[in-house]
């Protein structure tokens, strides 16, 4: 197994998968408790999905700010 992960195509794997979203909507449905839609229709339901989309950037923006600060 562990000369499958260190291999050259393992490592293309690994990255290709932290690439994809489902880590940023792991976050959001399981840290940020937005487990389900609550809107009904493809209009709300985009709507939902783009507020809750900008809280998290908000959030991962102020955390950004505080760290950087702490840092100067």
Do not use: C, P
Not at 59 to 69: A, D, G, P, V
Request: overall charge positive; charged content about 25%.
């Amino acid at each position: 197994m562990l000369n499958n992960l260190e291999s050259i195509h393992g490592a293309l794997l690994r990255m290709n998968r932290s690439i994809q979203a489902e880590g940023i909507l792991s976050v959001m449905k399981y840290d940020r408790w937005h487990k389900r839609l609550v809107r009904r229709g493809q209009i709300k339901v985009e709507l939902d999905i783009y507020l809750v989309s900008i809280g998290f950037n908000l959030h991962k923006f102020y955390t950004k700010q505080i760290r950087l600060q702490k840092v100067a």
